[in-house]
């Protein structure tokens, strides 16, 4: 009798670990395929699209927009020191621009973020009147940068308080904004991070688009940024 309970009760056992095994397969398996459609729905927004492996399963997208080149990836940060872990969008345009120097913008910055090579720019430079107060600007080459008044028009895409980087470079402009953070008491009480289970809207990414674009425009028609005064 006693050896049939045993018995019984490792069955039981087994059985409870194999639907347990189960359910974490399936919810794996939901979570990549969640991710692997993050950037889905902002498919509409662009041509000739092309999509590709980005980071921690999450798609990196490229097409254009307006007839201009867009790359878009998506970077996972769960650092410990972060009261929530959080989800980062890059939306970069790409193409060469006649600069001649790196201006790199970020709104609060901690030296971490693993989405930005800001901390490693020589350069910081002083902030100028009327630019957001909890922005701080760094550059490879403050004596090459355009003047500060090319920037100011487009200070408006840092009224979003989700946005957190804007980079000019001869290379292109990029964008970082944030998409989403993990559910606070999902976290607190399971360490749960999960994130991207629903897909970014593309109401969230246009204006972004819109703004690199308008903002690229400006750079291309001030051709000769470095004849006028510069930041300071």
Not at 84 to 107: K, N, Q, R, S
Not at 121 to 127: D, S
């Amino acid at each position: 009798m006693d050896r049939l309970f045993l018995l019984l009760l490792a069955a039981g056992f087994g059985l409870a670990f194999a639907m347990l095994l189960s359910r974490m397969v399936r919810a794996d398996r939901n979570r990549r395929e969640a991710r692997a459609r993050y950037l889905d729905a902002c498919k509409s927004l662009l041509t000739e699209r092309r999509t590709g492996e980005g980071t921690a399963g999450f798609p990196r997208l490229s097409g254009r927009y307006r007839g201009r080149l867009v790359d878009l990836q998506v970077m996972p940060d769960t650092l410990t020191f972060r009261k929530l872990p959080a989800l980062w969008v890059m939306a970069t345009l790409p193409e060469p621009l006649p600069l001649h120097a790196t201006l790199d913008m970020m709104m609060r910055p901690t030296g971490l973020e693993p989405f930005s090579n800001f901390n490693t720019l020589p350069e910081q430079i002083a902030l100028p009147p009327g630019y957001p107060e909890a922005a701080t600007i760094r550059s490879d080459a403050a004596a090459a940068l355009p003047p500060e008044s090319l920037l100011r028009p487009h200070l408006g895409l840092f009224d979003d308080p989700r946005m957190k980087e804007l980079i000019l470079s001869p290379k292109g402009l990029r964008a970082v904004f944030l998409a989403e953070e993990a559910d606070r008491t999902r976290y607190l009480i399971f360490r749960d991070a999960e994130m991207g289970a629903e897909q970014l809207d593309p109401a969230r990414l246009e204006p972004v688009l819109d703004a690199l674009i308008a903002l690229r425009e400006d750079i291309v028609t001030n051709r000769s940024p470095q004849s006028e005064s510069r930041t300071a």
